[in-house]
Nanobody, 126 residues
Framework: QGQLVESGGGSVQTGGSLRLSCTVS????????MGWFRQALGKEREGVAV????????YYADSVKGRFTISQDSAKNTLYLQMNSLKPDDAAVYYC???????????????????WGQGTQVTVSS
């Protein structure tokens, strides 16, 4: 089983930027898909951005399209989420997720992923 460790969260003002990192260990060569999810207080966890690691295809939730960019650095075993033009609605705990196989679930469905990081807090002040 792999391990995911997020970092890079923090507090910014509206319009600011942050870059989240997710370091992968244990099974990087077998990952098929990785993603970033977020969970705001009192809300369900939602998919933000995903990447199919072998093909490099990326997908974004409509709420972040054009502002967030997901990328991977295979040499560093790291997944990134560059977040620009942050809004108060983006405030949440952000989680990195990964999986090594196929699934019947959508890539925005939390059930699609079997391995999760511990989360990193992002706060956006107006």
């Amino acid at each position: 089983q792999g391990q995911l460790v997020e970092s890079g969260g923090g507090s910014v003002q509206t319009g600011g930027s942050l870059r989240l990192s997710c370091t992968v260990s244990g099974y990087i060569d077998r990952t098929v898909i990785m993603g970033w999810f977020r969970q705001a207080l009192g809300k369900e966890r939602e998919g933000v951005a995903v990447i199919y690691t072998r093909a490099g295809r990326t997908y974004y939730a409509d709420s972040v399209k054009g502002r967030f960019t997901i990328s991977q650095d295979s040499a560093k075993n790291t997944l990134y989420l560059q977040m620009n033009s942050l809004k108060p609605d983006d405030a949440a705990v952000y989680y990195c997720a990964a999986d090594t196989g196929s699934s019947v679930y959508s890539h925005y469905d939390v059930r699609r992923f079997t391995t999760w990081g511990q989360g990193t807090q992002v706060t956006v002040s107006s």
